[in-house]
């Protein structure tokens, strides 16, 4: 459509005051009052609308939306070269029905070209697409128009971004679509496109990353909507601050803390042992990036337990993936040999037990990692949550001197060291959720069958050094 934008400018900068001009934006680009910034002048935000319309192939909307709040207005004269058929109110809305093949993009207006390339790749598929602000009938209000969208679409794809993230728009659409999954009307599939920080509500949904290519992830996406099943499990991402006491391990995902070589107090009787330095996982591993080494080793088995107790643990054998919402919580119902697999895949090992001590309690002989006892800096059966928690929930108030989490509570863990002399046992240290604080002191040595697993045992992995990575 060929619009005089010259003349279009001067009626909206003479009929709308500035805050007409803010209404008009919030109602009908949402897009475009997003990115209003503190100083912006009345033309300067002019300026930005007519050039989204340009861009957007907007500008049918733009004059419906003027006609809305200026009745007045006459689209017609503002067209060149042809007469415009836009009404001055939207017609009577159709009665909706819930499309199982279409899909809601949800997407910050930053992440626009990925999610139309996404778009055209769909409906190549046969998939029908809803996307603002293609989507949008002229004289539609945006929020009238997501409400049609989100009550009109089975499916639902959230472009995951740091833009994203801060948009409350995207934000409100994900809670709908989420409430939406919980009532079995809309499958929700999150896309990563870039490392952010993920909110905690999302954090339940499987997720895949553009980080493996955009062919690689559209193929794993198209098998996902085909078949109906959850995405593969990106894990989460952790940046960890520019300090040389932090390293992000690019195979497991797990971000390592420096414990530097020197003297600590082992033991209840706190003996002077001297390790060389190792980098230890800051958390336990997560059930999130055990997937992450499921999905690399297909044939290696889930944990998985029948028992009454483990079944809220329990993996799915079939899809191979963990209970909804437990993304972040540590992996459990995992052998020594479950951990062992792990650390091999990943390039480290267990860590031994005078390892695992020092970490956990720095070199002054402490009995917990921040000191002495003190209530709410753990995960133990003082806190009567009952449950595993998800890592780092106590931080940093539970933190060890070297920044490591839950090193006392929420779930026992593997270690690499014998417990006895006939080497049957394998040493557990940490203490875990059903456990009181007793057994979460730094210095206990607890056991376990190597070969068994249980709901409150875990593990962390260590590596001698960060060359290599």
Known sequence: MNVDTATLRQFINDKFGSQDLNDLLFDYFRSVHEDLTPGMTKRQQISLLLEFCRQH???ENLLAAVAQMRPFFQPDDYVQGRKATIAAAPQPPAPITRNPRQIFISHAHQDAEIAERLADDLVAEGYAIWMAPDSILPGEKWAEAIGRGLDSSGLFLLLMSPEAVGSKWVNTETNIAIEFNHEGEMQL????LRACRVPALWRAYQRISLRSGYSTALRQLLAALA???PLPTAPPVRTPPADPNRW???KSGLELVRVPAGEF???DDKKKLHLDEFWMAKTPVTNAEYKRFLDANPNYDVPFRDETWAKPYNWDKQQRTFPAGKAEHPVVLVSWHDAQAFAKWAGMVLPTEEQWQKAARGTDGREYPWGEWRAGHCNTSETGIGATTPVGQFSPQGDSPYGCVDMSGNVWEWTNSWYD???VLRVLCGGSWPINRRFARVALRSWYDPDNSFNHIG??????VVSGF
């Open 459 to 464: 593990f962390r992995v260590v590596s001698p």
């Open 248 to 250: 992000l391990h690019p």
């Open 227 to 229: 078949g109906g099943k």
């Open 265 to 267: 107090l082992y033991g």
């Open 57 to 59: 192939n907007q500008m």
């Open 421 to 423: 002399e006939k080497q």
């Open 189 to 192: 599939y999150p896309l990563l």
